[in-house]
């Protein structure tokens, strides 16, 4: 059984979060520079059985395409030609990196912690994706 990736993809940045085998617990995984995305999940997807990937659907509050959108789009059709073999779904990611920051507050992380360019907040922002996404089906 294949697990279940998520990609909140940024300018710079990309958080990836990923399933556990049983594909019910959503975890933070990863943060790479978006220009390596690609080299990251071919390398990932060597060593691990990856069966569907979701993506952040970036829209404005109104439901309309935001300037991220075409972006997610474009990866969603690179990914489709690359890896055929696993499934793609776009799911709603309005309100992620708010519910990233407060899951992070919550959890006790330092201000300096959050701030950090590392990443934290991607990856907890892609594992609410997925989780979003695990609560649907």
């Known amino acids: 059984m294949g697990r279940i990736l998520a990609i909140d993809l940024g300018t710079k940045r990309?958080?990836?979060?990923?399933?556990?085998?049983?594909?019910?617990v959503s975890n933070p995984l990863e943060t790479v520079e978006t220009t390596k995305l690609i080299d990251y999940l071919n390398a990932y997807f060597q060593k691990e059985d990856v069966e569907t990937i979701v993506l952040g659907y970036p829209k404005n509050l109104n439901g309309k395409a935001n300037d991220m959108?075409?972006?997610?789009?474009?990866?969603?059709?690179r990914l489709s030609k690359l890896f055929p073999e696993k499934k793609l779904v776009l799911v709603d990611e309005r309100f992620t990196s708010k519910m990233a920051m407060q899951s992070m507050i919550a959890m006790g992380s330092k201000?300096?912690?959050?701030?950090?360019?590392?990443?934290n907040l991607d990856k907890v922002s892609a594992a609410i994706i997925l989780q979003s996404y695990l609560e649907q089906t």
């Open 14 to 24: 990309t958080g990836i979060a990923v399933t556990d085998t049983l594909k019910m």
């Open 111 to 119: 201000k300096k912690d959050r701030k950090e360019k590392s990443g």
């Open 69 to 77: 959108t075409p972006r997610v789009i474009s990866l969603k059709d």
